[in-house]
């Protein structure tokens, strides 16, 4: 069929036609909005998932809510390879286009002015040369998120755009995605700015977003992080919803999946959503009708794992040097793993001391993470197969 008319969409962050299976992901979230706005306590949230399962379309589908109910928001994603001002640069420029937004708005109370001053402050004790970009007619305010520690300066920003948000009727929410990817320090900030404006009931929120190790380290930069955040697990998708996630596009195209079709695309993807899309996509790119055959989508779930192949899983394969390779290979002996680090390193013949560097390397490059400490698993679903499947010098 048509692919200029195809309607999945597998790639990085790309909104699916159907947002399949988060209802109870979403109204966690509505709750939070409506429970800040009625001045009642509430906890920011941490959302934790592999590569591929749908957060970051999720985080953006809840920032999109939280602007349309006038909030400040802020969407920021943190990258290690970046720079040390990124995530203070990256949330000063977002949280001036949503204040600008407000100001649009014909929102003008004071509060929302020395919000603009505090995060002019903000910026420009991270990023000197930032602030002037911000492009407020507004001075820096003086005593206020201009420590030069991340740790007291955003706290005084939390504090004063709550206190803006308040007069406005609104609260503050902060998206970051890839949260794992933050330093110490500054998740450490980010804990202390929630725990301070979770005791004065002052509505500002951070909604975070990233892999399975992201809660371990919020725990290790602060103790009492466990208590901060509601946790959620953004997984594979149950099968009704995976279910959705792959006739509903088509239906909205004129185009119907046979039972026994969908039953198979669905039942090949396991549920990952990044999968479903895939296989949706090859399947249909090769079907010649509606309705979608059996025969269709057996063909189409093999162009669709061909592709998986030379893209999802072959950029990671690429990434990683002959060393790291064999560190993987020993990994897939235990299929999506866990496996014990002392058992990997057992496997090639060395000491797990001697493979630390290995191990640290693949995690810095995001194919792997450490659920636990000792263990070690991959951050996509399937890899040990990949491993498998491929020819040994592909
Ligand atoms: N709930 C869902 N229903 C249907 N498709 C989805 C759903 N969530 C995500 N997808 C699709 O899955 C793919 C991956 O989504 P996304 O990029 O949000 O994953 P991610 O968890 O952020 O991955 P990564 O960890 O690599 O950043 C996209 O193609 C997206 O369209
Ligand atoms: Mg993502």
Redesign the pocket.
């Known amino acids: 069929m048509d692919p200029r008319s195809n309607p999945y969409?597998?790639?990085?962050?790309?909104?699916?036609t159907?947002?399949?299976?988060?209802d109870d992901d979403i109204e966690s979230f509505e709750i939070l909005i409506d429970r800040a706005e009625a001045g009642r306590p509430t906890r920011s949230m941490i959302f934790t998932?592999?590569?591929?399962?749908?957060?970051?379309?999720?985080l953006q589908d809840l920032a999109g809510r939280a602007e349309q109910r006038g909030w400040i928001t802020a969407r920021v994603e943190a990258d290690r390879g970046s720079g040390p001002t990124s995530f203070t640069d990256g949330l000063s420029r977002s949280l001036a286009t949503s204040l600008r937004r407000e100001q649009g708005r014909g929102a003008t109370k004071g509060r929302l002015r020395s919000a603009l001053r505090t995060v002019t402050s903000f910026s420009m004790s991270f990023n000197p040369d930032g602030a002037v970009s911000l492009g407020f007619d507004v001075d820096a305010a003086k005593g206020r998120a201009d420590s030069g520690s991340l740790y007291a300066d955003l706290t005084d920003l939390a504090l004063d755009l709550g206190d803006a948000a308040v007069e406005l009727d609104v609260g503050v929410a902060v998206f970051i995605?890839?949260m794992q990817d933050l330093t110490a320090e500054e998740l450490s900030a980010v804990c202390r700015a929630c725990h301070e404006t979770g005791q004065r009931s002052v509505p500002w929120f951070v909604i975070g977003?990233g892999?399975p190790n992201l809660p371990g380290a919020l725990a290790a930069a602060e103790s009492y992080a466990e208590r901060l955040f509601e946790y959620r697990v953004?997984d594979r998708?149950a099968k009704p919803?995976a279910h959705a996630?792959l006739t509903n596009p088509a239906k909205f195209e004129g185009v119907d999946w046979e039972p026994d079709a969908a039953a198979y695309v669905v039942a090949q993807s396991a549920g990952y959503?990044?999968f479903?899309?895939q296989f949706g996509q090859s399947t249909w790119n090769d079907a010649a009708a509606s309705p979608i055959s059996r025969g269709d989508a057996e063909r189409g779930v093999q162009v669709g794992f061909a592709q998986l192949d030379t893209g999802f899983f072959r950029a990671r394969w690429d990434r990683a040097t002959p060393s790291e390779r064999e560190y993987l290979g020993a990994m897939a002996v235990d299929g999506d793993g866990p496996s014990a680090s002392g058992e990997v390193a057992r496997r090639i013949g060395k000491k797990p001391t001697s493979l630390g560097p290995t191990r640290a390397n693949l995690i810095n490059k995001g194919i792997v993470y450490a659920p636990e400490h000792g263990q070690i698993a991959f951050t996509v679903p399937g890899m040990s197969k990949f491993i498998e499947r491929r020819t040994p010098e592909a």
Do not use: F, H, M
């Open positions: 969409s597998p790639g990085a962050g790309l909104r699916p159907e947002l399949a299976g988060r998932g592999l590569r591929g399962v749908g957060k970051t379309v999720l995605d890839e977003c892999l953004i998708l919803a996630a959503p990044y479903i899309q």
